[in-house]
């Protein structure tokens, strides 16, 4: 058995499921004052390059989520994860789970997104998760995270944790950014944007036994 850890964001889907859900379930009025009190950190992530992608994730859940009421939140995160989040995955990267799961393999999901929406996909479809998780308190999201955001190195830090690698034959890792080098370090066999892959057609897909290893 091997095992397959892939990135969420713009790896498994085709856009950033962070943001996108935040726009859907953030109220307008916060989205709106809450833009203006991040603009200086999105510059500096987006042009400066200064601000790292956790500082932004940290602040952009703080701003936006602060006081929310949790379970209703929840329950709008549920649906979002069942009728729009779909939408987002790219079929490469559904195939390529769906190989994993054929030969047995151990599949998980290591995200800086949130538990929220990423746990109920997860769990339809047949995948194990680490991801970032927010806090709560009274029945109201705290804007902070419970542990770290999973982003980065962090990534590596929960993957030990929780995985011990000399169990595997061999570590796959698909990632598209920066932040997943660490995770792309610990693997034999790492996909990078999906450089090299296309989704197969049905007729492709009966005519081969799955993917060659990389």
């Given at each position: 058995?091997?095992?397959?850890?892939?990135?969420?964001?713009?790896?498994?889907?085709?856009?950033?499921?962070?943001?996108?859900?935040?726009?859907?379930?953030?109220?307008?009025?916060?989205?709106?004052?809450?833009?203006?009190?991040?603009?200086?950190?999105?510059?500096?992530?987006?042009?400066?390059?200064?601000?790292?992608?956790?500082?932004?994730?940290?602040?952009?859940?703080?701003?936006?989520?602060?006081?929310?009421?949790?379970?209703?939140?929840a329950?709008?995160?549920?649906?979002?994860?069942?009728?729009?989040?779909?939408?987002?995955?790219?079929?490469?990267?559904?195939?390529?789970?769906?190989?994993?799961q054929?030969?047995?393999?151990?599949?998980?999901?290591?995200?800086?997104?949130?538990?929220?929406?990423?746990?109920?996909?997860?769990?339809?479809?047949?995948?194990?998760l680490?991801?970032?998780?927010?806090?709560h308190?009274?029945?109201?999201?705290?804007?902070?995270?419970?542990?770290?955001?999973?982003?980065?190195?962090?990534?590596v830090?929960?993957i030990?944790?929780r995985?011990?690698?000399?169990?595997?034959?061999a570590?796959?890792?698909?990632?598209d950014?920066?932040?997943?080098?660490?995770?792309?370090?610990?693997?034999?066999?790492?996909?990078?944007?999906?450089?090299?892959?296309e989704?197969?057609?049905?007729?492709?897909?009966t005519?081969?036994?799955?993917?060659?290893?990389?």
């Amino acid at each position: 058995m091997d095992l397959a850890l892939f990135d969420f964001d713009h790896t498994i889907t085709d856009r950033d499921s962070f943001s996108a859900f935040l726009k859907a379930h953030v109220p307008a009025r916060r989205r709106c004052w809450g833009g203006l009190l991040v603009a200086p950190l999105l510059l500096g992530y987006y042009r400066l390059h200064l601000v790292s992608g956790t500082t932004l994730r940290r602040a952009v859940a703080r701003v936006g989520l602060k006081g929310l009421p949790r379970e209703a939140l929840a329950a709008a995160a549920l649906a979002w994860s069942r009728d729009v989040l779909p939408g987002f995955v790219r079929p490469v990267a559904l195939e390529r789970i769906r190989w994993h799961q054929a030969r047995g393999d151990t599949v998980v999901v290591v995200s800086a997104s949130l538990d929220l929406y990423l746990r109920d996909w997860c769990r339809r479809e047949g995948l194990e998760l680490l991801c970032s998780q927010l806090g709560h308190r009274d029945g109201r999201l705290t804007g902070y995270y419970r542990g770290v955001d999973c982003g980065g190195a962090h990534k590596v830090r929960r993957i030990l944790k929780r995985y011990r690698l000399t169990d595997y034959r061999a570590i796959h890792a698909y990632g598209d950014s920066e932040e997943d080098e660490a995770m792309l370090s610990l693997a034999d066999h790492r996909v990078y944007r999906w450089q090299g892959f296309e989704a197969a057609s049905p007729a492709a897909r009966t005519a081969r036994n799955g993917f060659s290893s990389r």
